[in-house]
Nanobody
Framework: QVQLVESGGGLVQTGGSLRLSCAAS????????MGWYRQAPGKQRELVAT??????KYADSVKGRFTISGDNAKKTVYLQMSGLKPEDTAVYYC??????????????WGQGTQVTVSS
């Protein structure tokens, strides 16, 4: 019921910035269910940032460096990333959550966009 299209990934140097975008379409949409995950080779997919019904949640590793925002009119969610580090290198996935528990992967996913941070 939800289609997600991501863009904005790329290659940057340590300390650089990137802005990811995710445009949603389909029969249902709620910004409070939108978020971002990432997965590095050999590692578990982890929650990076997400809207919730009440607030915004960030992974401790990105807090203070990443900012999630959204545009309801455009049904688009953004992830502004600054102060990038090599450990941020991963495929980033836009997510539309369908389960209530935050941090448990569920729902609909974008195709993924590669973010590579060189040291």
């Amino acid at each position: 019921q939800v289609q997600l299209v991501e863009s904005g990934g790329g290659l940057v140097q340590t300390g650089g910035s990137l802005r990811l975008s995710c445009a949603a379409s389909g029969s249902i949409f709620s910004m409070t269910r939108m978020g971002w995950y990432r997965q590095a080779p050999g590692k578990q997919r982890e929650l990076v940032a997400t809207f919730t019904l009440e607030n915004i949640k960030y992974a401790d590793s990105v807090k203070g460096r990443f900012t999630i925002s959204g545009d309801n009119a455009k049904k688009t969610v953004y992830l502004q990333m600054s102060g990038l580090k090599p450990e941020d290198t991963a495929v980033y996935y836009c997510n539309y959550r369908t389960l209530s528990t935050i941090g448990v992967p569920s729902g609909y996913w974008g195709q993924g966009t590669q973010v590579t941070v060189s040291s």
